[in-house]
T-cell receptor, first 116, second 115 residues
């Protein structure tokens, strides 16, 4: 069965340090997509980054990069030079069928707190 | 540049009452999705609608829950005879047509509390 696992329920990181949020997934499909979303305390879900299973390079978006290790089935989010505004819940999600981009499978999330 | 608009942001209901949650997708988006988030959990898909059509309701509970997206006006998620277990955050999302990544744009959510 398809599943997303985020093993870190919470993390404290010093401001300006880099942080890695773990995500492992399980799927039998060859074609799938991986997403990271940020949910600040205000509640909205903010799309951060996407990685397709056939993408040869790791996705990057500004300070966000995705460390995609296909053989290990991991898709860790790396935030460089963390800022206080990065404090939020972070969710990893997977789409395992091309035709069901909305039926994402979500992890339980990691609460990231950036310390000044 | 309005995003996905949801209202109300917070709703309190007593057991047995009805809850109506509204969602206006981003301009130019005609596909709407509803999700439920229980505390400390990720989102669970409920229903996917296009204008006047329910495309996929495989995540909707069979009873008490319904959704619509009329030709005019917002999409509405309706929960009849609410119970305490319905307390959750309900998110609406929309997506641009033809998106290759399937990126979803979320609203800020509606938090339902059932007393």
């Amino acid at each position: 069965a398809q599943k997303i696992t985020q093993t870190q329920p919470g993390m404290f990181v010093q401001e300006k340090e880099a942080v890695t949020l773990d995500c492992t997934y399980d799927t039998s499909d060859q074609s799938y997509g991986l997403f990271w979303y940020k949910q600040p305390s205000s509640g909205e879900m903010i799309f951060l980054i996407y990685q397709g299973s056939y993408d040869e390079q790791n996705a990057t978006e500004g300070r966000y990069s995705l460390n995609f290790q296909k053989a290990r089935k991991s898709a860790n989010l790396v935030i460089s030079a963390s800022q206080l505004g990065d404090s939020a819940m972070y969710f990893c999600a997977m789409r395992d069928r091309q035709d069901s981009n909305y039926q994402l499978i979500w992890g339980a999330g990691t609460k990231l707190i950036i310390k000044p | 540049n309005a995003g996905v608009m949801q209202n109300p942001r917070h709703l309190v209901r007593r057991r047995g009452q009805e809850a109506r949650l509204r969602c206006s997708p981003m301009k130019g988006h005609s596909h709407v999705y509803w999700y439920r988030q229980l505390p400390e959990e990720g989102l669970k898909f409920m229903v996917y609608l296009q204008k006047e059509n329910i495309i996929d309701e495989s995540g909707m509970p069979k009873e008490r829950f319904s959704a619509e997206f009329p030709k005019e006006g917002p999409s509405i998620l309706r929960i009849q005879q609410v119970v305490r277990g319905d307390s959750a955050a309900y998110f609406c999302a929309s997506s641009p047509p033809g998106s290759s990544t399937g990126e979803l744009f979320f609203g800020e959510g509606s938090r339902l509390t059932v007393l």
